[in-house]
């Protein structure tokens, strides 16, 4: 029995391993990245969805910034009120209370009242219709293609498919604007939960285009423009847009037009 | 200089260490579902393999093979690869904060990643010097890097395939890798 | 990863228990079928069924062993050094096995090379440490390594004589398919070489994750539903046997990100 030899590879082994041990627990300290346990908090509260919606790097981008003091407590779109009355306490703040929006998807084209210029089978990706001749089978170029690139991108599952064209749950939104980015026609607004009047259209073609395309288009009459109290509908382009800084609910618009576009409910 | 090369090529490519030598299969199947998280993991692999390549390379040729214990060289390639992987972990987070957050993350994961320990086991069955062992540790990890982002590319293609149901989830991704494997075949002839 | 400690109470016996933990190990939570844990060694070393009855056994003895002794120190080893203390008593032992075959069976330890010093990073022996052998008496642990040991070895051993019967007409190189011999005009099987090759290990393993994917959707629908995979076939990291290893940061990422 080599004794010698049992004792060096002992001492190496040992001798490796209190020296990383040191390496490590000197290093440890050295580097040792201050946190503010402010930060921790924060994040503690935070949904923790890393959704993006507040405009910063996910939740701990969004904890480092309040406590540096770059972004307002309320600045969370999912936590909504709760949240940022939380973190208010941590940060000793008082919070303001913020307006719930939900996302909106302006088109009402759906399978039974828009029409298609061609059947389409293929990869189905709203994004990946620049390719496709027309871009895309509808007739109408403004429209909800009905492929689901808002589908995907929600994380809250807020967002469905129904019959041809995009729906959102407004229960289930949280505003965070994933869903607006991933429109690849910019069909989805986040407006106030509680606006009782929306203009569930996109077209900016003429009213004969429109009407050749989809039996329920805005054909940019102007009689709600011309009929709001408030002077909060505006028609731009031959597309009907409400302020809802100025709408007060009154659905005036919504009595006054043809096609029935803007619709009443809340 | 050719030899390096060669073994360079070789590491990389001939004989893929994903595809041919089948280290680095968990996180090769568990984070390729998107093209940039497989870039950070390949990145990181990159880095720490690299790194790793180099010191446990010295510490056989100073440490293990003077002391004539060549047979320690599991357990003290292990230690030694965690330590290193947890250093450059603090050090990242420290110095590098920009490159922490992209390729943090997947450090931890790297430790237990049969690819880095085979490259220190490989170095020395094969006898290589420090530096070849330095290039042979670089060289396979950008075999690796080269694998998994291919095969992130294939699977966010692969998305929005029919696939029959039984398959939907790891199976076809496992297919994949072998058509895959079965590509990188036709490099057997190139050294 | 579930809580998996057992509490030896007057109710249940230490045999019990320990026929509980094989029956666990072999045949409820089987790694290589249903846990999905230790791919790497799967994919490399079935090429034959030799070879997978070989590393299956290494690997048993190897589990056996770090669970004892993992088992006996768990009240000692600290909780910050929990994984480098584990690493390092798995190692140990890895070097001990490999010396062994290298003496005692030098054609398997020829064929099975690099992959037995591999038996350190294999993910079901740091997993069961872990989620195990550090938190439950020693009696059980070790039933509980030689279970999910077996276990190990039945799939490698199935695995290799699916691969080998395909790729060579032989089980454990008796020839059971007789080759073709197209000069001498004789019938016989044309073996398919590519199931012994790397991309025949993947096709394989692809069948096998299709095949265990109708049990399952069959076990759920009759409301038995199997033990969800661990490890990175899980799909994610969220279902990681060693999530403990990266310290859960990749985990908690994807989670986050997904949600």
Same mark, same amino acid.
């Given at each position: 029995?080599?004794?010698?030899?049992?004792?060096?590879?002992?001492?190496?082994?040992?001798?490796?391993?209190?020296?990383?041990?040191?390496?490590?627990?000197?290093?440890?300290?050295?580097?040792?990245?201050?946190?503010?346990?402010?930060?921790?908090?924060?994040?503690?509260?935070?949904?923790?969805?890393?959704?993006?919606?507040?405009?910063?790097?996910?939740?701990?981008?969004l904890?480092?910034?309040?406590?540096?003091?770059?972004?307002?407590?309320? *600045?969370?779109?999912?936590?909504?009120?709760?949240?940022?009355?939380?973190?208010?306490?941590?940060?000793?703040?008082?919070?303001?209370?913020?307006?719930?929006?939900?996302a909106?998807?302006?088109?009402?084209?759906?399978?039974?009242?828009?029409? *298609?210029?061609?059947?389409?089978?293929?990869?189905?990706?709203?994004?990946a219709?620049?390719?496709?001749? @027309?871009?895309?089978?509808?007739?109408?170029?403004?429209?909800?293609?009905?492929? @689901?690139?808002?589908v995907?991108?929600?994380?809250?599952?807020?967002?469905?498919?129904?019959?041809?064209?995009?729906?959102?749950?407004?229960?289930?939104?949280?505003?965070?604007?994933?869903?607006?980015?991933?429109?690849?026609?910019?069909?989805?607004?986040?407006?106030?939960?509680?606006?009782?009047?929306?203009?569930?259209?996109?077209?900016?073609?003429?009213?004969?285009?429109?009407?050749?395309?989809?039996?329920?288009?805005?054909?940019?009459?102007?009689?709600?423009?011309?009929?709001?109290?408030?002077?909060?509908?505006?028609?731009?382009?031959?597309?009907?847009?409400?302020?809802?800084?100025?709408?007060?609910?009154?659905?005036?618009?919504?009595e006054?037009?043809?096609?029935?576009?803007?619709?009443?409910?809340? | 200089?050719?030899?390096?090369?060669?073994?360079?090529?070789?590491?990389?490519i001939?004989?893929?260490?994903?595809?041919? *030598?089948?280290?680095?299969?968990?996180? +090769?199947?568990?984070?390729?579902?998107?093209?940039?998280?497989?870039?950070?993991?390949?990145?990181?692999?990159?880095?720490?393999?690299? /790194?790793?390549?180099f010191?446990?390379?010295?510490?056989?040729?100073?440490?293990?093979?003077?002391?004539?214990?060549?047979?320690?060289?599991?357990?003290?390639?292990?230690?030694?690869?965690?330590?290193?992987?947890?250093?450059?972990?603090?050090?990242l987070?420290? +110095?590098?904060?920009?490159?922490?957050?992209?390729?943090?993350?997947?450090?931890?994961?790297?430790t237990?990643?049969?690819?880095?320990?085979?490259?220190?086991?490989?170095?020395?069955?094969?006898?290589?010097?420090?530096?070849?062992?330095?290039?042979?540790?670089?060289?396979?990890?950008?075999?690796?890097?080269?694998?998994?982002?291919?095969m992130?590319?294939?699977?966010?293609?692969?998305?929005?395939?029919?696939?029959?149901?039984? $398959?939907?989830?790891?199976?076809?991704? %496992?297919?994949?890798?072998?058509?895959?494997?079965?590509?990188?075949?036709? $490099?057997?002839?190139?050294? | 990863?579930?809580?998996?400690?057992?509490?030896?109470?007057?109710?249940?016996?230490?045999?019990?228990?320990?026929?509980?933990? %094989?029956h666990?190990?072999?045949?409820?939570?089987?790694?290589?079928?249903?846990?999905m844990?230790?791919?790497?060694?799967?994919?490399?070393?079935?090429?034959?069924?030799?070879?997978?009855?070989?590393?299956?056994?290494?690997?048993?003895?190897?589990?056996?062993?770090s669970?004892?002794?993992?088992?006996?120190?768990?009240?000692?080893?600290?909780?910050?050094?929990?994984?480098?203390?584990?690493?390092?008593?798995?190692?140990? $032992?890895?070097?001990?096995?490999?010396? /062994?075959?290298?003496?005692?069976?030098?054609?398997?330890?020829?064929?099975?090379?690099?992959?037995?010093?591999?038996?350190?990073?294999?993910?079901?022996?740091?997993?069961?440490?872990?989620?195990?052998?550090?938190?439950?008496?020693?009696?059980?642990?070790? $039933?509980?390594?030689?279970?999910?040991? %077996?276990?190990?070895?039945?799939?490698?051993?199935?695995?290799?004589?699916?691969?080998?019967?395909?790729?060579?007409g032989?089980?454990?190189?008796?020839?059971?398919?007789? /080759?073709?011999?197209?000069?001498?005009?004789?019938?016989?099987?044309?073996?398919?070489?590519?199931?012994?090759?790397?991309?025949?290990?993947?096709?394989?393993?692809?069948? %096998?994750?299709?095949?265990?994917?109708?049990?399952?959707?069959?076990?759920?629908?009759?409301?038995?539903?199997?033990?969800?995979? *661990?490890?990175?076939?899980?799909?994610?990291?969220?279902t990681?046997?060693?999530s403990?290893?990266?310290?859960?940061?990749?985990?908690?990422?994807?989670?986050?990100k997904?949600?």
């Amino acid at each position: 029995m080599n004794i010698t030899a049992i004792i060096i590879a002992a001492l190496v082994v040992g001798g490796t391993g209190i020296f990383l041990g040191f390496f490590l627990g000197i290093f440890g300290e050295k580097f040792k990245v201050e946190v503010d346990e402010r930060e921790e908090a924060i994040l503690g509260v935070l949904p923790g969805n890393n959704c993006g919606g507040c405009g910063y790097a996910g939740c701990s981008g969004l904890a480092a910034a309040i406590v540096k003091g770059e972004a307002p407590v309320n *600045q969370c779109p999912v936590g909504g009120d709760p949240v940022a009355a939380q973190i208010g306490d941590i940060m000793g703040v008082s919070a303001e209370g913020g307006v719930k929006m939900v996302a909106f998807v302006k088109c009402a084209g759906d399978c039974e009242k828009a029409e *298609q210029d061609y059947e389409y089978t293929g990869v189905e990706d709203c994004a990946a219709m620049a390719f496709i001749p @027309g871009g895309g089978p509808k007739s109408c170029s403004y429209g909800c293609l009905g492929y @689901g690139s808002c589908v995907k991108a929600c994380p809250f599952d807020a967002v469905h498919i129904i019959n041809g064209i995009a729906v959102v749950d407004k229960d289930a939104c949280k505003a965070c604007g994933k869903c607006v980015a991933a429109c690849p026609k910019n069909l989805i607004e986040l407006v106030p939960c509680d606006a009782k009047n929306k203009v569930q259209c996109s077209s900016r073609d003429k009213g004969k285009d429109v009407m050749a395309a989809c039996s329920v288009g805005c054909i940019g009459c102007k009689l709600c423009e011309k009929n709001c109290p408030e002077g909060a509908v505006t028609v731009t382009d031959n597309i009907a847009h409400i302020d809802y800084e100025k709408c007060t609910g009154c659905g005036t618009c919504a009595e006054k037009c043809p096609k029935k576009i803007i619709s009443r409910a809340g | 200089m050719k030899e390096l090369i060669l073994t360079a090529i070789g590491a990389a490519i001939v004989n893929n260490v994903v595809l041919s *030598q089948f280290l680095g299969i968990c996180p +090769f199947l568990g984070v390729s579902k998107k093209v940039d998280t497989a870039a950070g993991m390949g990145g990181a692999v990159i880095f720490v393999t690299t /790194l790793a390549a180099f010191v446990t390379g010295i510490i056989y040729k100073f440490v293990l093979f003077p002391a004539d214990i060549p047979y320690l060289k599991t357990i003290v390639f292990i230690v030694v690869i965690a330590a290193l992987v947890q250093f450059v972990e603090m050090f990242l987070k420290k +110095f590098m904060h920009s490159l922490y957050e992209s390729l943090g993350v997947y450090l931890p994961l790297i430790t237990t990643n049969c690819a880095v320990l085979g490259v220190a086991l490989n170095s020395v069955t094969y006898g290589y010097d420090i530096l070849t062992t330095t290039v042979y540790g670089f060289s396979t990890a950008v075999g690796f890097f080269i694998a998994i982002v291919i095969m992130a590319g294939l699977r966010e293609k692969i998305e929005y395939n029919d696939v029959p149901k039984t $398959f939907q989830g790891s199976a076809i991704v %496992l297919v994949t890798a072998g058509l895959m494997s079965i590509a990188f075949f036709g $490099f057997s002839g190139v050294i | 990863m579930a809580e998996v400690g057992i509490e030896l109470d007057k109710n249940s016996s230490l045999g019990k228990v320990c026929t509980e933990r %094989l029956h666990n190990g072999i045949i409820k939570e089987n790694p290589t079928f249903i846990l999905m844990l230790g791919m790497c060694p799967t994919l490399a070393v079935t090429t034959s069924a030799m070879n997978g009855v070989g590393m299956g056994l290494s690997t048993t003895i190897v589990l056996v062993m770090s669970n004892l002794m993992i088992s006996l120190l768990r009240k000692i080893i600290p909780d910050g050094v929990r994984m480098p203390a584990f690493i390092v008593v798995v190692a140990s $032992f890895v070097t001990i096995i490999e010396f /062994l075959m290298k003496g005692f069976t030098p054609d398997l330890y020829a064929s099975l090379g690099l992959y037995i010093p591999l038996i350190v990073v294999n993910c079901i022996i740091l997993g069961r440490a872990e989620s195990y052998a550090s938190k439950n008496p020693v009696v059980p642990s070790i $039933f509980d390594g030689i279970g999910m040991g %077996l276990g190990f070895t039945c799939g490698l051993t199935l695995i290799g004589i699916f691969r080998e019967i395909l790729g060579a007409g032989q089980i454990f190189g008796v020839q059971v398919l007789p /080759l073709a011999d197209a000069a001498a005009g004789k019938a016989g099987y044309t073996p398919i070489t590519i199931f012994v090759l790397a991309p025949g290990a993947f096709f394989v393993l692809a069948m %096998l994750v299709a095949v265990m994917n109708i049990l399952r959707d069959r076990a759920e629908k009759k409301g038995r539903p199997l033990p969800p995979a *661990q490890g990175c076939l899980g799909g994610d990291c969220s279902t990681c046997g060693s999530s403990g290893l990266c310290s859960g940061h990749l985990h908690s990422s994807e989670k986050n990100k997904s949600e």
